[in-house]
């Protein structure tokens, strides 16, 4: 199914004849081969809960050995609701919830460097009696080598220190950029990377709700057509990451959130 997709992107002219897409597709198929691999989901499974069991902020399932293999995983139950129950919660807890999920992304990223990368709502569970967040599936689990978090953080710091000339040095660094690119196409990079990164750069609570932050992207994002001629395939471990980013933006969004993220992430910086 992957080639397919490739072969119709392939022939749709899509994408520019020079990018090379297919480090992208085999990560993907690995990617899939790893989600149906219910061994390695018990061990990410249990290791998280070994990371997180002073965190009293988070529950998770624990794996029962005995029942599990390659075909089958098994473990406890855990109740919950839907997380976007929240939405019926006072502001106070919601921003409390989504702070945790945000601190927790970047715990991942920055000092496990180990990030469950699917950010379906589907797995994150709410205890309204408790307070406590249910966390599931880590079959999309993806370990990060210490030279990606560790641009990563320059590139926040950048960011927040509105340095675009090292803004653009962590982008290459990244593989975003290769720093041949003409002055205008760095240029809409650059606005492109201040504007996603909005929530950081911010000082004081970030209100999700009121910040049309996807609109604004999408609206400058058409302007990337017109410098075709620069276009490279994204760096696989970015394009995970930015999944989970983007999933817990859509999350905050959802249920109105307002987080103070600069503050968030200081402590890895």
């Known amino acids: 199914d992957v080639d397919n997709i490739a072969s119709l992107l392939r022939l749709s002219s899509l994408l520019p004849s020079g990018i090379d897409i297919q480090p992208l ?40 050995p005995e029942l599990t293999h390659e075909n089958v995983l098994a473990m406890t139950y855990v109740s919950g609701s839907p997380i976007d129950s929240l939405a019926e919660q006072p502001q106070q807890e919601r921003d409390r919830v989504v702070s945790a999920l945000i601190e927790l992304m970047l715990k991942e990223m920055f000092e496990l460097r180990m990030v469950q990368t699917d950010p379906n709502f589907a797995n994150y569970r709410y205890r309204p009696a408790t307070g406590e967040i249910v966390l599931l599936d880590f079959g999309a689990t993806r370990r990060f080598k210490a030279a990606f978090a560790n641009n990563y953080k320059k590139l926040a710091v950048a960011a927040i220190a509105e340095d675009g000339d090292r803004v653009m040095a962590a982008a290459e660094r990244l593989g975003y950029s290769t720093g041949l690119e003409n002055t205008a196409y760095r240029a809409l990079l650059l606005e492109l ?17 009121r910040s049309n932050l996807a609109g604004r992207i999408a609206e400058l994002g058409e302007s990337v057509t017109e410098f075709r001629d620069f276009w490279q395939a994204p760096p696989t471990d970015a394009v995970y990451f930015h999944r989970k980013l983007g999933g817990m933006f859509m999350l905050a969004t959802r249920l109105q959130a307002r987080v103070d993220v600069q503050s968030l992430i200081q402590r890895w910086l």
């Not at 390695?40 to 029962?64: H, I, M, N, Q, W």
């Not at 990377?193 to 709700?209: I, K, N, Q, T």
């Open 193 to 209: 990377f201040l504007l996603a990164l909005e929530p950081l750069r911010h000082s004081g609570p970030y209100d999700f709700a």
């Open 25 to 64: 597709l085999d990560d993907a198929k690995a990617q899939l081969r790893d989600e149906a691999d219910y061994l390695k989901e018990a061990e990410f499974l249990t290791a998280f809960g070994e990371l997180l069991a002073g965190d009293e902020r988070f529950v998770l399932p624990e794996v029962l």
